[in-house]
């Protein structure tokens, strides 16, 4: 395999090109993703290669941009709308829980949505609280829904095309502060299977579950830790819904800790739900530590930059956690 | 319409101080003395001070992203709008809320908005406060072009227009949001043609004449503080600058930009109050230096303050 060097954005832009090449039914259409490239220039050129039709600004109308999505989805074609920021969802919450998440099981399985809803989440630009959300955790509680957060470029090029050939509604979130982070890429096409974990970092003494821009700083922390001798494994899921278990468990079967890292807030976040799959696993027994969450903390992300970092895990947060549990 | 002197002077600084400050917040960010992001209204000052000139001073606003200019008209403290931009402890909002978030309760100013659309719902509940307690009051709820296609802006106007609510909703119509003009995201030519779906009026105004501008508000409001119900209000203006901080412009030629910059709703006004005998071009001169003393001093306190502690991170979540 050929491999490239491009940042996740490119690898964005590539996966949607990719596939509206292969397939004419898929199209695009947010907020400003034409001439304007989207907000963050994800969809900087798309207009020009595939005309207005295919590449479509919508009016600032979240609610209709995924209603829409569902009705052109359930019709036959493949859309892939997008959501400026993860935040305004909350607009878009009608038309994807009750609506998308749910037609084909109400119709008695006779229904297929092959939609992507696409979106960056996360803090760290200064956007302050309405800017700045992690709400996977209120998406992988709706059956229905697929939920996929990548962390590097090579993940989210293979998972972004794998979304748009699901039949399912699926949220696509992308972690807006490593947009313009490089990773190899292949040159060829390639998809990456939903359901399937990554092992980012291979350890023996302690696993660090982490999603999305976590991953990064879970990384960072493990070679800190090295020094000290101590071997962290990470692991990044990459899909949250369908989840792998099996991966998670034969970690902690392993290493017999566990820590679980985050940007969204603590209470009611998934880690919870990871955490509560490991205990009710075969991997409970081995456990020679309660498991940790490092999280978000259970308060609106504010504007100051100082604060707004305080206000999620950082690489010393993950590094104290893990001298804690060894 | 007789204005005094007075008056159209005090109109005349804020729109100043709108620009100055906006100045300086752009030459800051350019330096990377501020993060995050703001959005500036320089080129629409007329529509934001004109229009807040015909409240009451304990009337109350709701406002959008691009609210520095409302939140002056509504005689915000300078000091502390500078401060929260700079996210600072003396800032507006405890340097949690930064550029979109600048709310000053005490005078009516109940928030900018980073939520586009956001300010709809809220505007028509604080009118429905004054409603029911029958102060007297009136709510204004700016909002931009592009936000009028949010469901949130249909919804409340037409309960607004059911319940009679004191509340007027005001369109600066810029042309543009982010890349989307109106006439690519918007099915009627103004958005003050919306008013008929909801039987209120809607008036079209100059959004670069304050003078304009406050006349349309001044009956708006007075309709709504008679308790006849709502309108819209809708001032054609301009963004000279990017959508936010800045942007490629891709969306708009340089020559449409050139050519509302030479409709400067600032420079227009000067002209006006030296034709009208208001003020000499002397005057005039000291009035905009004085103006930018008063963002150079703002600067100053900005500066001055501290950044708030780690350990107010988690306060003020709960009441
Ligand atoms: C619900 C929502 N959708 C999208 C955005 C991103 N956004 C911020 S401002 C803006 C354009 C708003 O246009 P308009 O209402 O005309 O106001 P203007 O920016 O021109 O002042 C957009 C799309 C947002 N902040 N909130
Ligand atoms: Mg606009």
Redesign the pocket.
Known sequence: MTMALITYKEAVRQAMQEEMRRDENVFLLG??VGVYGG?FGVSLGMVEEFGEERVRDTP?S?GVIAGAAAGAAVTGLRPIAE???S??IT?AMDSLVNQAAKMRYMFGGKAKVPMVLRMPGGSGTGAAA??SQSLEAWLVHVPGLKVVMPSTPYDVKGLLKTAIRDDNPVVFIETKTVYNKKGEVPEEDYVIPFGVADVKRVGRDVTVFATGVMVHRSLEAAEILAKEGIDVEVIDPRTLVPFDKETLVKSVIKTGKLIIVHEACKRGGFGGEVAAEVMESEAFDYLDAPIKRVAGKNNPIPYCMELEKSAVPQVDDIVNAVREIV | MTLSNETLISWYKKMLHTRFFESQVDAFFAKGMIHGTT?L?IG?EAFAIGSTAALHADDLITS???GHGECIGKDADLNRMMAELMGKSNGYCKGKGGSMHIADLEKGNLGAN?????GFAIAVGAALTQQMKKTGKVVLCF??????N?GSFHEALNLAAIWKLPVVFMC???????S?S?ARSTAVANIADRAASYEMPGITVDGNDPIKVYEATLAAVERARSGVGPSIVEGITY?WLG??KSDANRYRTKEEIEAWKERCPIKAFEKYLIKSNVISQQESDEITAGAKDVIARAVEFAQQGSYPGIETLEEDVYA
Do not use: K, L, P
């Not at chain 2, 909002?143 to 009028?148: E, I, K, Q, R, Y």
């Open positions: 907020e400003d907000a600032i979240e959501i400026m920021f935040d305004f607009i309405q800017h | 959005h209204s629409q959008t992203h691009r980073g939520v586009v659309g956001g909002f931009g072009d592009g936000a009028s949010e600066t119509n810029n042309h543009y949001g982010m989307m109106v963004r959508h936010s």
